[in-house]
């Protein structure tokens, strides 16, 4: 079989979302994949990782990271997959390798940015426990938040790809650790599935009120990765000196217009300067080269000690992607999702 | 003289300021100080330093680092003052100290809290250029904001007691300092006796245009000590990994109700994420243990080589103080506002 006779599936951006995604952004469609020239590889994708970063993509500004999607182009997301045809040196046909193939079910690739997995036995965790979000997790609690043995951790989002691993190295760590997460099953499997101390139902109306019982000596860290209201129940809780690495705003990711008063910023940079909060960003794009071994390492490790559990949540299909993709922004799944685009 | 026969006058919180202060918040009056005990002696107040911190301090919240004035008693302020009569082992009558008398002619101590101050020749530096004020913009800028040779660093209220040593200590580690200030008087006295690079008024309809202007390669560090409109000004040309130092604010300092909206806090934080900054508080008086020492040495070389200019702003007579306080909170100074309470 030769690539150029391979037809290709494939879901492109088809409109920008106007605040949250509709099933009619996105389209699949099928085409025909160009000949390798030498130097290229024919890849399979066998899972593509689905993360609320790409929700930032699809809007035309793009990020200060990446560009935006253009219109009538397949998503980007990282994927693993299995090299088909290759001319290129470095890689041979049945190669395991994680990159960043997007949303389609074939892709030709030059080899850059390509990781060869070697034998993995469950590759998907690439893409997760012993990838990007927990990577994220890992440097955005220990290089920014510094737990300390006894502390105070609180993170939403508990059972998400990132979040569940902020709670699970926290523990690690010594720290007390407080999850946040959509309704009463999600809560349950923080604490019993991931060992979290105490898990709140961010839908419930006393959130702040039942934040404020778990956490009886404050909150030292808290990993942001949601924003919105979540963010106004710790605030008050935020002990001297405690840090606020800064990841994501799921709750604002689909906003259009500016958000309505009253204006919270002066009631938070006041909280910042009379509690000496340290609120630092991060983008884990900066911290491959330094960090990403010290993470593997850890993180397979602990992983292999019963102590850190990769949850997936796994969906078949390329086709499902859109469906899974708005449901991750509303908090639908429990662990890292992925869509498995082809058995391998 | 015995000092339970001495007078003493001073200035008491008679209301709590609703918003901005007037001059009905305060009163004048005359009472009758103690007699000395064993180990207690009467100081008598040189300068009474004026300082935004203290406008927190009228509110029945306080603060986290200090407790609400309460009515009826003397507002609260550094001092340097003349030791009068001394019961105290390790003072004598004659000796020049630095404390905390509050707004008062007289005061009776013990001792604790009080720093002797030698015989130094211009002794109101002790309560800016070589006191608080100019150690907050030592710690701030230095610690926090570490500007970098060839960076960009801005600093709102650039005439202050603060920002004036902030741009300053700035041009000696080698960075582009841009200023803002209140009027082109002001911006004239930032940019050609303390060496700014630039000083925009904040007045200015176009403030965020001239300030993009003014930056061409972005801000780096940005020394918030103002809040309100600059921030806003500022935030779209902050660079990646900027810091942010958190000082003060005085734009909200006056605040009573919440602000309206439009809600600022999801662009700020969207800010921090995507250009990985680095926003901290910090309160002053955590750092005295640790890096006083070393910015008294500094700053005594820099004023000495005349690298640092200290501006005062000096004002005489106790009954001077609210009508100068409520000035200050409006921006109406140039340079480190003190209040000559007694001539030597």
């Given at each position: 079989m030769?690539?150029?006779?391979?037809?290709?599936?494939?879901?492109?951006?088809?409109?920008?979302?106007?605040?949250?995604?509709?099933?009619?952004?996105?389209?699949?469609?099928?085409?025909?994949?160009?000949?390798?020239?030498?130097g290229?590889?024919?890849?399979?994708?066998?899972?593509?990782?689905?993360?609320?970063?790409?929700?930032n993509?699809?809007?035309?500004?793009?990020?200060?990271?990446?560009?935006?999607?253009?219109?009538g182009?397949?998503?980007?997301?990282?994927?693993?997959?299995?090299?088909?045809?290759?001319?290129?040196?470095?890689?041979?046909?049945?190669?395991?390798?994680?990159?960043?193939?997007?949303?389609?079910?074939?892709?030709?690739?030059?080899?850059?940015?390509?990781?060869p997995?070697?034998?993995m036995p469950?590759?998907?965790?690439?893409?997760?426990?012993?990838?990007?979000?927990a990577?994220?997790?890992?440097?955005?609690?220990l290089?920014?938040?510094?737990?300390?043995?006894?502390?105070?951790?609180?993170?939403?989002?508990?059972?998400?790809a990132?979040?569940?691993?902020?709670?699970?190295?926290?523990?690690?760590?010594?720290?007390?650790?407080?999850?946040?997460?959509?309704?009463?099953d999600?809560?349950?499997?923080?604490?019993?599935?991931?060992?979290?101390?105490?898990?709140?139902?961010?839908?419930?109306?006393?959130?702040?009120?039942?934040?404020?019982?778990a956490?009886?000596?404050?909150?030292?860290?808290?990993?942001e990765?949601?924003?919105?209201?979540?963010?106004?129940?710790?605030?008050?809780?935020?002990n001297?000196?405690?840090?606020?690495?800064?990841?994501?705003?799921?709750?604002?990711?689909?906003d259009?217009?500016?958000?309505?008063?009253?204006?919270?910023?002066?009631?938070?940079?006041?909280?910042?300067?009379?509690?000496?909060i340290?609120?630092?960003?991060?983008?884990?794009?900066?911290?491959?080269?330094?960090r990403?071994?010290?993470?593997?390492?850890?993180?397979a490790?602990?992983?292999a000690?019963?102590?850190?559990k990769?949850?997936?949540?796994?969906?078949?299909?390329?086709?499902?992607?859109?469906?899974?993709?708005?449901?991750?922004?509303?908090?639908?799944?429990?662990?890292?999702?992925?869509?498995?685009?082809?058995?391998?």
């Amino acid at each position: 079989m030769s690539s150029n006779e391979l037809a290709n599936r494939r879901i492109v951006l088809a409109a920008r979302p106007q605040g949250r995604p509709t099933p009619d952004d996105f389209r699949l469609e099928q085409t025909r994949l160009p000949t390798l020239a030498d130097g290229e590889l024919l890849l399979r994708t066998l899972y593509l990782s689905l993360d609320p970063y790409m929700r930032n993509l699809m809007d035309e500004a793009g990020t200060s990271y990446a560009s935006a999607i253009p219109i009538g182009q397949p998503i980007v997301g990282g994927t693993v997959s299995r090299v088909v045809v290759s001319k290129h040196p470095q890689f041979r046909a049945g190669d395991l390798v994680l990159g960043n193939a997007g949303w389609q079910e074939h892709a030709v690739s030059d080899g850059k940015e390509l990781s060869p997995l070697g034998d993995m036995p469950q590759p998907s965790l690439a893409l997760g426990a012993l990838g990007m979000p927990a990577f994220t997790a890992y440097v955005g609690l220990l290089d920014i938040g510094q737990p300390k043995q006894g502390e105070t951790v609180v993170v939403a989002g508990a059972t998400g790809a990132v979040g569940a691993m902020v709670g699970q190295i926290a523990r690690i760590k010594g720290a007390r650790v407080v999850g946040i997460a959509g309704g009463a099953d999600k809560c349950r499997h923080a604490v019993e599935t991931l060992g979290f101390d105490a898990c709140i139902d961010r839908h419930d109306p006393l959130l702040a009120a039942r934040l404020a019982d778990a956490c009886p000596k404050g909150i030292d860290v808290y990993f942001e990765n949601v924003g919105g209201e979540v963010f106004d129940a710790v605030l008050p809780l935020l002990n001297l000196h405690a840090r606020v690495p800064v990841c994501g705003f799921i709750a604002h990711y689909n906003d259009h217009a500016p958000t309505a008063g009253p204006d919270r910023l002066p009631r938070v940079t006041s909280a910042i300067l009379m509690k000496r909060i340290r609120m630092q960003g991060f983008i884990i794009l900066d911290h491959y080269a330094d960090r990403f071994e010290a993470f593997r390492r850890d993180m397979a490790t602990w992983i292999a000690d019963g102590r850190v559990k990769a949850i997936e949540h796994v969906v078949d299909g390329l086709e499902s992607a859109p469906e899974a993709f708005i449901g991750l922004l509303e908090g639908q799944n429990v662990g890292k999702l992925v869509v498995r685009v082809a058995q391998d």
